[in-house]
């Protein structure tokens, strides 16, 4: 079964730092993966995804992640966070259903917090 | 308007009440799901909707009841909860067909008494 781990729960980054979130998944094909950020008592809003092709990806709000397959990664970057990154991220594999549709495995999250 | 519509966004019930979160997409989606966010836990999927019908049932306690009248709303009907089933109910809604790209409501924020 389809599965995405996330292993650190929380990460503290200075403004201005740069970030890296890690996720890993295990899926027997071509995954397609996505990450979404959640900022408190909000909904989830997608930042990125990977279907194919270029293995980086680019998203919105500065963010971009790698798709490694030989490491079963798809790690999550910025170069300089600002204090409104300040969020929930959570890093997600697609698992197809019989009807050709597809659903989300979530990994546990990681939620980031911006220090000054 | 935004895609995904949720309401309420707050919900307290006792256990004998009985209620309904409500869910409406307007992004012409032609799939639904019901997700559960609990506190450090991933989250859960539900239920799926596929063109009104349900597709996936993750083995959800009777308590909980969806109905999709139509491609666009969805609702999950409350009864005789627990308190453990206090959490935050995510709608979402995708393309079939597509790359399975979700887009969701802010949820429901659901206390039982």
């Known amino acids: 079964a389809q599965s995405v781990t996330q292993p650190d729960i929380h990460i503290t980054v200075s403004e201005g730092a740069s970030l890296e979130l890690r996720c890993n998944y295990s899926?027997?094909?071509?995954?397609?993966l996505f990450w979404y950020v959640q900022s408190p008592g909000q909904g989830l809003q997608l930042l990125l995804k990977?279907?194919?092709?270029?293995?980086l990806v680019q998203g919105i709000k500065g963010f971009e992640a790698e798709f490694k397959r030989s490491q079963s990664s798809f790690n999550l970057r910025k170069p300089s966070v600002h204090w409104s990154d300040a969020a929930e991220y959570f890093c997600?594999?697609?698992?197809?259903?019989?009807?050709?549709?597809?659903?989300?495995?979530f990994g546990t999250g990681t939620r980031l917090l911006v220090s000054p | 308007e935004t895609g995904v519509t949720q309401t309420p966004r707050h919900l307290v019930m006792g256990m004998t009440n009985k209620k309904s979160l409500k869910c409406e997409q307007h992004?012409?989606?032609?799939?639904m799901y019901w997700y559960k966010q609990s506190a450090k836990k991933p989250l859960e999927l539900m239920f799926v909707?596929?063109?009104?019908?349900?597709?996936e049932n993750n083995s959800v306690p009777s308590r909980f009841s969806p109905e999709c009248p139509n491609s666009s709303h969805l609702f999950l009907h409350l009864h005789t909860l627990q308190p453990e089933d206090s959490a935050l109910y995510l709608c979402?809604?995708?393309?079939?067909?597509?790359?399975?790209?979700?887009?969701f409501g802010e949820g429901s924020r659901l206390t039982v008494l």
């Open positions: 899926y027997g094909a071509t995954p397609y």
């Open positions: 990977y279907f194919s092709g270029d293995t």
């Open positions: 997600a594999v697609g698992a197809p259903l019989d009807t050709g549709f597809q659903k989300l495995v």
């Open positions: 909707y596929n063109f009104k019908e349900q597709t």
């Open positions: 992004l012409g989606h032609n799939a």
């Open positions: 979402a809604s995708s393309q079939g067909g597509g790359t399975g790209e979700l887009f």
